[in-house]
T-cell receptor
Framework: KAGVTQTPRYLIKTRGQQVTLSCSPI?????VSWYQQTPGQGLQFLFEYFSETQRNKGNFPGRFSGRQFSNSRSEMNVSTLELGDSALYLC???????????FGPGTRLTVT | GENVEQHPSTLSVQEGDSAVIKCTYS??????FPWYKQELGKGPQLIIDIRSNVGEKKDQRIAVTLNKTAKHFSLHITETQPEDSAVYFC????????????FGTGTQLKVEL
């Protein structure tokens, strides 16, 4: 069974630009969560989607948004990029709510 | 909100020894506690988890214990091997909080030959 896939794996953007990251969950999984990982703040929850609905949101500014499609694939968008947005963005999929979560390899975003 | 503290931040053991990593959580409503292993350049890998209705769970060389009264849980790795070297994260989620995980700050485990 294929794991969680994230594209692209690496991305370099300039301050002020916007970026879209994609996540394909494990086949059959309906819940997708996103996390930001940085050396200073560690792993922080961004948001969670289930059945195309955002179920939960972390403490991030409105520049961070996401969505989930009917096939459970998810995208997250960051607008007006700041240097501090440089991080590893991780997607995790789960069969449904309150089940084990499995992470993808992440997208390494560098903002210059 | 939930807060998870993890200790130690670094741990060095000799091959074959045991390693123990400890976490404490703040919200008594937390009911699910997974542990993840992250190797360089990879995403976190779920290695074991425990729910609040269980006190201990084992999977081969790995075990997790939970003390709900003290609000702490621990990861135990026995007979450590060089391939166990990685960063380990504990996490907790709250009843009714969906799949939101609050993570500890991580423990860099190094298994020396």
């Amino acid at each position: 069974k294929a794991g969680v896939t994230q594209t692209p794996r690496y991305l370099i953007k300039t301050r002020g630009q916007q970026v879209t990251l994609s996540c394909s969950p494990i086949s059959g999984h309906r819940s997708v969560s996103w996390y930001q990982q940085t050396p200073g703040q560690g792993l922080q929850f961004l948001f969670e989607y289930f059945s195309e609905t955002q179920r939960n949101k972390g403490n991030f500014p409105g520049r961070f948004s996401g969505r989930q499609f009917s096939n459970s694939r998810s995208e997250m968008n960051v607008s007006t990029l700041e240097l501090g947005d440089s991080a590893l963005y991780l997607c995790a999929s789960s069969l449904t709510l309150y089940y084990e979560q499995y992470f993808g390899p992440g997208t390494r975003l560098t903002v210059t | 909100g939930e807060n998870v503290e993890q200790h130690p931040s670094t741990l060095s053991v000799q091959e074959g020894d045991s390693a123990v990593i400890k976490c404490t959580y703040s919200d008594s409503a937390s009911n699910y506690f997974p542990w993840y292993k992250q190797e360089l350049g990879k995403g976190p890998q779920l290695i074991i988890d425990i729910r609040s209705n269980v006190g201990e769970k084992k999977d081969q060389r790995i075990a997790v214990t939970l003390n709900k009264t003290a609000k702490h849980f621990s990861l135990h790795i026995t007979e450590t091997q060089p391939e166990d070297s990685a960063v380990y994260f504990c996490a907790a989620s709250i009843t009714g909080g969906g799949n939101k995980l609050t993570f500890g700050t991580g423990t860099q485990l190094k298994v020396e030959l």
